[in-house]
């Protein structure tokens, strides 16, 4: 088979291409032309990358200042805090995948209601400010004013933190710190027992 007959063979094999599988195929041919790689990049980008694509994590502590804004641990804030999560993290189609999870906490005097959440992020845009505000509607008078990415090492605090999640062990560190037993210095006075999960994480947390 002559080189340009094999090209032309190459570029109506590719256009008919409809499923992961059929990459395997690549391995029938010889890669002996320029035009041969470029096609080959173009399939890897077509197949490999959109089906395998790594998913992105988002990590987030919700956390309204103690002493300006605090949620007093009262039976009733904490359910609040709960059902919020529930229906935030859990019906948020615009901004996150099926993987979700969250955890209401007390702190270590049993004096300060806050969340815990880590959450498969979709869609970045303006996902501080919708989380905001949905939560000030709720909250009112203990909005998340401050925002920290937590991936930036400096003394500042604040009341929307953040951290975006690309690894694994960094992944599994942070599910075990849904775990109060786990949390070492940062251990809560007790363990109200609200948390939700769903997707990925639903096994996840039960296995761990």
């Not at 077509?46 to 790594?54: E, Q, S, W």
């Not at 815990?116 to 505000?133: G, P």
Request: glycine residues 4%; hydrophobic residues 30%.
């Amino acid at each position: 088979m002559s080189e340009l007959n094999r090209q032309i063979q190459f570029i109506e094999w590719f256009n008919d291409l409809k499923t992961f599988d059929d990459y395997d195929k690549l391995a029938i041919l010889e890669e002996r032309t320029l035009m041969y790689k470029n096609l080959r990049s173009k399939l890897y980008k077509r197949f490999i990358k959109a089906k395998y694509k790594k998913k992105s994590y988002l990590y987030l502590t919700l956390s309204p200042d103690k002493f300006l804004r605090n949620i007093e641990c009262t039976k009733q804030n904490l359910e609040e805090l709960d059902r919020w999560c529930n229906n935030w993290f859990k019906f948020n189609k615009k901004h996150y995948g099926p993987d979700w999870c969250y955890v209401v906490e007390v702190g270590s005097n049993g004096d300060h209601g806050h969340v815990h959440a880590i959450v498969e992020i979709r869609n970045s845009h303006k996902h501080a400010e919708a989380l905001k505000a949905s939560w000030k509607r709720t909250f009112p008078n203990n909005q998340l004013l401050t925002s920290k990415n937590l991936g930036i090492k400096d003394n500042s605090r604040g009341e929307y933190c953040y951290l975006r999640i690309d690894r694994d062990d960094i992944l599994f560190d942070k599910l075990n710190y849904f775990i109060n037993d786990r949390k070492a210095t940062h251990i809560n006075l007790y363990d109200p027992g609200l948390t939700g999960s769903g997707g990925l994480f639903t096994d996840k947390l039960r296995d761990l």
